[in-house]
């Protein structure tokens, strides 16, 4: 099957799909980073995309955040075309997602890193803002009564007042993920969230990654280079290697395929058997 | 006592108490001429610096283009009074009929717009181009001879003092929105296309600003703006009520702006245009809304500062003078807006006034050469200017009080695992 691997459960192949990347094809001028790439996302899957550096994973995540725009193919989220919309639109409709390099508002407070995501959805328009009128006033009291709801489940909560850049790193990542989270998505893509995370910090991020998927109700799909992570957490990856797949599969099978043993996993792979 | 009010409260307190004491200072002639040209001047700059700010300082998109705004807000706001006291109502008519229609065009351009798909930033631009000239050219050809005598009748049925504040209001109000108009006509295609270009292309503005005045009476179709002569006769309508009124209504509506859900979109542009674009924030709206209102700032402190001086001249507007909102902003602290009013005023009073009376007669221009190095030294002792980001209670963005817990269960149906908790 295209942009999927055989043998997953029916009734995970019977949900409605979130994500559909059909053919997707990027230039970075001759360079090209991705190549006929397809995936498929059923609801509530937590699908891992694997490979070596420079395999060209992140640029998935930007051509499907409209980051960038796909040279050719299609990328279509519940069934509409996101190649060629901006990305805040394409946001708005229910994607979210974190930065391989944490990316807050570092001189804003942890409370309004949060509220900025409810922008969208603020409810009230410039008129009200300029005037402070009674329809700001509730909007805003509700916001913050979420922001800080928010806030209290991701363990942040004594922490709204804080500068942002100014949190531990951990924290950091846990902020960008509530962030992510309040502009209310649907599929959310993380990159690289273990990025520089000891071994206990991956347990609590294991721990968080599936929390908040039952919790939302969400689609996830992960970049990752932390086996430990990647092969505990995902149902199914897919492997790239210069920007083609190379391999699809559940964890298991794709810990033991020849072409990822020898494109990518090598030793590490040897290490956790 | 101030600190225990409420931080409005105190505020308009204050604001009342310094309108009171200069009304009277004004009343009594312990102002003179000279100081109250020093207090109207300082904030008509006052309210172009926090135009600035707006856009430099908190939506970070490095402008040098405030003070072209500021030139057509003081030039559009004085040939309108110009030509009313010449028995003319066509500047009003073609300001105010051109304006709405103009930004009637924008609602429905943009409802249109939006239908299509992809629709490149020239297009657009093109479009809300051809729009401004339609509802202009249908101000100048329609509206005036229609409204025209209309005006007039209406206003002349009033008495002539009450008559004349209208027009004086909605000259100022007119020379704003044209002001809005240019801002919003030039970021389009500038602010979407990168902000690298954006302080160059400002720069351009404002000197083709400039070049537009030197010729008003050549190029453009207005001879009473007397090209790089100078325009005189304008109506000496600005007082003291009329200034506090523009300063309050500048530093209420910014304040309220930033403490809203779309202050913080325009902050967060400044902190991570990426990042901000990936939670969902139309950058390119964020950045033209804070350029337009910052533009419409500096319109409005023009027509203050045109009718203070009866004068404008096209030199007082040349890209020299540009830099020096830039100056007050970045020396009062970037998103400060305290620090921009106080520096704005003080600014003015150190230039015009106290160098002006300390140095010996016939060294007032070495006060060129005393400021840089005021700006210098200060640079090295405290870059992030003398305010830094701090702001008087009432334009600080206080937190909001933390929700009760009883509404507030969420944490109890299961927070995140803890450390420790495992």
């Known amino acids: ?273 | 006592m101030l600190k225990r009010m409420k931080p409005s409260v105190a505020f308009i307190t204050v604001g009342l108490v310094v309108f009171v004491v200069v009304q009277v200072l004004l009343s009594v002639g312990l102002l003179n001429n000279y100081w109250r040209g020093i207090i109207f001047w300082g904030a008509a700059i006052t309210m172009v610096s926090l135009g600035l700010n707006l856009i430099y300082g908190f939506n970070g998109q490095f402008s040098l283009g405030q003070y072209g705004f500021y030139a057509i807000g003081a030039y559009a706001s004085a040939d309108v009074t110009w030509r009313w006291v010449r028995g003319d109502p066509s500047g009003l008519v073609v300001v105010l009929a051109g304006t709405l229609l103009a930004l009637g065009l924008y609602v429905l351009l943009s409802a249109f717009l939006r239908r299509f798909y992809g629709v490149t930033v020239m297009t657009r631009f093109a479009f809300y181009v051809l729009a401004t000239i339609l509802a202009f050219a249908i101000a100048v050809t329609v509206a005036v001879p229609l409204l025209g005598p209309v005006f007039t009748a209406v206003l002349g049925v009033l008495p002539a003092v009450v008559s004349q504040q209208i027009v004086f209001l909605l000259a100022l109000l007119g020379g704003a929105a044209l002001a809005g108009i240019a801002s919003f006509l030039f970021g389009i295609p500038v602010l979407e296309l990168g902000s690298d270009y954006f302080g160059i292309a400002t720069l351009g503005f404002t000197i083709i600003i400039k070049v537009l005045l030197d010729n008003t009476d050549t190029i453009l179709p207005f001879p009473e703006m007397k090209g790089a002569r100078g325009m005189i006769g304008i109506p000496q309508w600005t007082t003291w009520p009329w200034v506090f009124a523009s300063l309050l209504l500048v530093i209420v509506v910014m304040r309220n702006l930033l403490h809203s859900s779309v202050g913080r979109a325009i902050v967060s542009v400044r902190e991570d245009e990426r990042a901000a674009e990936l939670v969902g924030i139309d950058v390119t709206n964020a950045k033209i809304l804070a350029f337009v209102v910052g533009s419409v700032f500096a319109g409005l402190a023009g027509g203050i500062r045109a009718h203070d001086l009866a004068f404008l001249h096209p030199q007082s507007f040349n890209f020299i003078q540009s830099f020096n909102p830039l100056i007050i902003v970045v020396f009062g602290g970037l998103s400060s807006m305290t620090g921009t009013i106080v520096t704005g005023f003080f600014w003015i009073l150190l230039l015009e006034g106290i160098l002006r009376l300390v140095l010996p007669t016939g060294f007032e221009t070495w006060r060129l050469v005393v400021y840089p190095l005021i700006l210098l030294l200060m640079m090295l002792l405290r870059p992030e200017g003398v305010f830094g980001r701090y702001e008087i209670p009432f334009l600080r963005r206080a937190a909001p009080p933390l929700p009760s817990k009883a509404d507030n269960d969420g944490a109890a149906k299961g927070g995140v695992p803890q450390e420790g908790a495992a």
């Not at chain 1, 409209?66 to 990305?87: C, D, F, H």
């Not at chain 1, 913050?144 to 924290?171: C, H, K, M, W």
């Open chain 1, 1 to 273: 099957m295209k942009g999927r691997p055989e043998g997953v459960a029916a009734e995970i192949e019977a949900r409605p799909v979130v994500l559909e990347i059909d053919g997707v094809t990027h230039f970075f001028g001759n360079l090209r980073a991705v190549y006929n790439f397809d995936l498929e996302l059923h609801h509530g899957e937590l699908v891992g995309l694997i490979g070596p550096n420079g395999a060209g994973k992140t640029t998935v995540f930007n051509l499907v955040t409209g980051v960038y725009r796909a040279t050719r193919g299609s990328i279509r989220y519940k069934g509409t075309e996101l190649v060629g919309l901006p990305s805040h639109e394409i946001i708005q409709m229910g994607i979210a997602r974190t930065f391989q390099n944490i990316r807050l508002f570092s001189n804003l407070t942890v409370l309004d890193n949060v509220r900025i995501a409810y922008h969208p959805h603020a409810g009230y328009g410039l008129v009200d803002s300029v005037l402070h009128t009674k329809r700001f006033r509730e909007k805003e009291a509700e916001m913050a009564a979420e922001a800080q709801e928010f806030l209290e489940i991701f363990g942040l909560g004594e922490r709204r007042n804080d500068i942002a850049g100014s949190l531990p790193y951990g924290l950091q990542r846990r902020l960008e993920i509530a962030r992510a989270l309040a502009a209310n998505p649907r599929l959310l893509i993380l990159d690289e969230p273990a990025a520089g995370m000891n071994p206990q910090e991956i347990d609590e991020l294991m721990d968080l990654i599936h929390f908040i998927r039952d919790r939302f109700d969400l689609t996830i799909l992960l970049v990752e280079h932390r086996m430990r992570l990647v092969m505990n957490i995902c149902e199914w990856l897919t492997v790239m290697d210069f920007g083609e797949i190379i391999a699809r599969g559940f964890p298991a099978d794709v810990r033991n395929d020849p072409h990822v043993v020898e494109a990518y996993l090598g030793r590490q792979a040897v290490e956790i058997r």
